[in-house]
């Protein structure tokens, strides 16, 4: 009976952890400049560029959480059709599309998915330069493996802006957790822009 309890103490005590940690970490993600931010205890620790969802298939914006992290996903909604050889036959294929004999459907790969809405996430993913999704949040392979680590399910994510408007994309840049944005440019500044002193 001492082991059931301590072991539901344990187990209490690492839920409850994990949503004290998921409350003090947010994700903010912009679409009007094409970006992603990690809040940490309320300072920004990474940005991300992002491509978001293409004219027809808009990223929603408002208020979610993550409520299912997978390394190593695979869509179930788009993919390829790959020649024997593995050219690619079809970038846009779904899977009810036609597959001509000798060739196979291959699902889009998703890597780092961190889904925040009904079949839309954060992931690992080509990044052309502008809106170019299905409706998820691509980033870089790296950033999308420091943003998986560092998000729990439970963790708030905030989708605001247009792709209407757009004007610019970022660049990636990964932010020291020291750093934090003051009210005039500083050194500080300087290394949030990627400028090494």
Same mark, same amino acid.
């Given at each position: ?48 560029? #992002? ?14 959480? #993550?409520? *299912? ?20 036959? *079809? ?46 949040? !691509? ?10 680590? !560092? ?12 792709? *209407? *408007? ?21 050194? !500080? ?6 400028? !090494?002193?």
């Amino acid at each position: 009976m001492k082991t059931f309890i301590s072991v539901l103490i344990t187990l209490s005590a690492f839920i409850v952890g994990n949503a004290c940690l998921a409350a003090e970490t947010k994700v903010i993600i912009n679409l009007s400049d094409q970006s992603a931010s990690l809040v940490e205890r309320g300072r920004t620790t990474l940005v991300s560029p #992002i491509a978001s969802g293409k004219s027809g298939w808009h990223t929603p914006t408002g208020n979610f959480s #993550i409520f *299912n992290k997978d390394i190593n996903h695979w869509s179930r909604s788009f993919g390829l059709v790959v020649d024997a050889s593995g050219r690619v036959v *079809n970038p846009s294929a779904t899977p009810g599309t036609p597959v001509p004999r000798g060739d196979h459907y291959q699902p889009a790969p998703m890597p780092y998915f961190m889904e925040f809405s009904s079949a839309v996430g954060m992931h690992a993913g080509y990044l052309p330069g502008y809106p170019a999704s299905h409706g998820c949040v !691509r980033m870089p392979r790296d950033l999308a493996a420091l943003f998986f680590q !560092r998000v729990q399910i439970g963790t708030p994510v905030m989708v605001v802006g247009s792709t *209407n *408007n757009l004007t610019h994309v970022r660049k990636a840049m990964p932010i020291s957790p020291t750093v934090s944005y003051g009210l005039s440019p500083s050194p !500080r500044s300087s290394l949030a822009q990627g400028t !090494r002193r």
